[in-house]
């Protein structure tokens, strides 16, 4: 009987490793899919009066479909185009060194070096050309978990609620609404920080000259929607409008659009704004959010700027839980004296 359990506790194991290896390239496709999902919730749910649950997730789908699709031509353009100005400005870069005045050492550790950066800078933008495909089957994932997420919405939660164990439901039940309200706050902040890093990033091209009222908004509007995506960010507009400013000489300008960005756009606000937004929809210190923010994404990555809050509140839940049943556990009086002790005897009354 023993060698029989240890035979389908090993059997288990190497299915739940297996499966792990399997979904574990997918975890940030599919939580992120999961989190949009949560996020569209409420639109689905009024779709739904007019359509079925299927034909309102597929047509939420579609319209995300859309967007993904405008979302990656837009990045495989900039990135390509930021890729091939930086290889040719970190050519030219070396060339211009090479002509200038130098001692011979220098002149011959500029070429030594220059002999090793360029192929491995080639290699590198050459690697991240062939990840185009992994990046569309993560966007593959994102959709099919999107759609799912939506579509068995009420599936699934009734599924978690019937998993939770009878001895334990309020506990369970607390522990679900938290995560609920948590993650909700940060949606909602993710939302509005989102709309608002959008109409900074127009405003700061129009300050600093980079382009055109019509080009600052497709700018603004691009910084709205990178802010969705993992891995990309806002950054990467003030960024590029940078590198402009310095392929034409213009330093100052340069400096000015990245301190600005990176104080108004991102990541300054993801870790200063955001946590303030969410701490005061979820009633929790501010230093806590910021702290599970922080802490989540040092440790999961982007993904932990969501997973990190959760869970830290989840954690107080618990401990608020632990000092509830510890109270009740104490004795409400005080023990009486051991007999053993001896009594103290009132005074007599003598006449």
Do not use: C
Not at 43 to 68: F, W, Y
Not at 298 to 313: S, Y
């Amino acid at each position: 009987m023993r060698g029989e359990t240890i035979v389908w506790a090993a059997v288990i194991l190497g299915i739940i490793y297996i499966s792990w290896e399997v979904t574990r390239p997918f975890v940030s496709a599919i939580f992120f899919g999961v989190v949009l999902a949560y996020a569209v919730y409420p639109l689905q749910k009024r779709l739904e009066k007019k359509l079925s649950s299927s034909a309102s997730a597929l047509l939420l789908s579609g319209m995300m479909i859309g967007l993904g699709g405008g979302i990656t031509a837009g990045l495989l353009i900039i990135s390509a185009q930021v890729a091939s100005s930086f290889y040719r400005g970190v050519v030219d870069f070396i060339d211009w060194l090479l002509q200038q005045p130098l001692p011979p050492e220098v002149i011959k550790f500029i070429t030594d070096f220059s002999d090793q950066l360029i192929p491995k800078l080639s290699d590198a933008l050459s690697r991240q050309a062939f990840s185009i495909p992994s990046y569309l089957l993560q966007l593959l994932v994102f959709l099919f978990t999107f759609y799912y997420s939506l579509a068995y919405a009420e599936e699934i939660v009734g599924k978690i609620r019937a998993s939770l164990p009878e001895k334990n439901r309020e506990l369970g039940e607390k522990l679900l609404e938290s995560m609920n309200k948590t993650l909700s706050a940060l949606v909602r902040a993710w939302l509005l920080l989102n709309v608002a890093k959008g109409f900074l990033m127009t405003l700061g091209f129009l300050i600093f000259g980079v382009s055109d009222l019509y080009t600052a908004i497709v700018a603004g509007f691009l910084t709205f929607i990178f802010s969705f995506v993992p891995l990309f960010e806002g950054w990467m507009i003030w960024l590029i409008a940078a590198g402009y400013f310095v392929l034409h000489g213009m330093y100052g300008h340069a400096i000015g659009i990245s301190i600005y960005g990176f104080l108004l756009v991102s990541p300054m606000p993801d870790y200063t704004i955001r946590p303030l937004m969410v701490a005061k929809d979820t009633e929790l210190d501010e230093t806590l959010v910021f702290l599970g923010m922080v802490g989540g994404t040092w440790a999961m990555g982007l993904k932990g700027l969501i997973i990190g809050p959760i869970v830290l509140n989840l954690l107080l839940v618990l401990l608020k839980e632990w000092k509830k049943i510890t109270a009740e556990r104490e004795p409400l009086h005080p023990p009486s004296p051991s007999p053993s002790e001896p009594q103290a005897r009132p005074p007599s009354l003598s006449p």
